[in-house]
């Protein structure tokens, strides 16, 4: 563990935390993508598989088990709690081009030829392209809720923060995650655009507006 | 040594 990776950590949390903030408190989740919330939950399980069998510490256990509920719980929210605010209409991105893809990927790319291992590449090929849902939708829309751009800065944050965390871990211990490092740096350049927009506007006051 | 990922990280 290192301050990068905890930082990226922490900003996740909160990433999830403001979400869940902003459902609540506007008692809507209109501007939000039901299908990247569904990757998500795809996301965590399908990589922390492992909580059923290895344990790494405390805290990685008390993530995951977070992970997993708070990304269900949201699924609950929007499609049942919050279900007339849900505009399925308007979120139409095709996802089987993503988990299509990113299944091949896994049975391609992975450490070993066990079901745990692929799963867990998958996981890892789906979490970097699991944003494009929601921000295909925020172009569509071509604006957004400040709260709701907050929440993405978080998660994109998180993201960029995993990066000095393998660079650091790469001089400290000689190691380096191939799978991991890849995706994570095709994952963090999907926000590359929604960060200049969040910097140049929504952090000067002005509400996150796409250029027509 | 196994070949596995960063499965230490989230």
């Known amino acids: 563990m290192n301050i990068f990776r905890f930082f990226g950590d922490i900003s996740h949390l909160a990433s999830i935390f403001i979400l869940i903030h902003k459902i609540h408190t506007s008692r809507s989740c209109r501007g939000i993508s039901f299908k990247t919330q569904v990757l998500y939950v795809a996301v965590f399980v399908t990589r922390y598989l492992d909580l059923l069998y290895s344990w790494v510490s405390l805290y990685n256990f008390v993530m995951k088990v977070f992970f997993i509920a708070s990304s269900c719980y949201i699924l609950y929210l929007m499609k049942v709690r919050f279900r007339p605010t849900n505009d399925p209409s308007i979120d139409t991105f095709r996802v089987e081009y993503l988990v299509g893809p990113c299944a091949v990927l896994a049975l391609i790319f992975n450490y070993g030829y066990a079901v745990t291992e692929v799963l867990w590449s998958f996981s890892i090929f789906l979490e970097s392209v699991a944003i494009l849902p929601q921000l295909f939708m925020l172009q569509r829309t071509g604006e957004a809720e400040t709260i709701t751009t907050h929440y993405l800065a978080a998660l994109g944050a998180y993201r960029t923060l995993y990066i000095p965390n393998w660079i650091y871990r790469y001089f400290s211990e000689g190691y380096v995650d191939p799978i991991a490092v890849t995706a994570g740096l095709v994952q963090t350049g999907l926000y590359l655009d929604f960060f200049y927009v969040y910097f140049t506007k929504v952090l000067q006051g002005q509400k996150f507006e796409l250029p027509a | ?10």
């Open chain 2, 1 to 10: 040594d196994t070949p596995e990922g960063n499965k230490d990280e989230l």
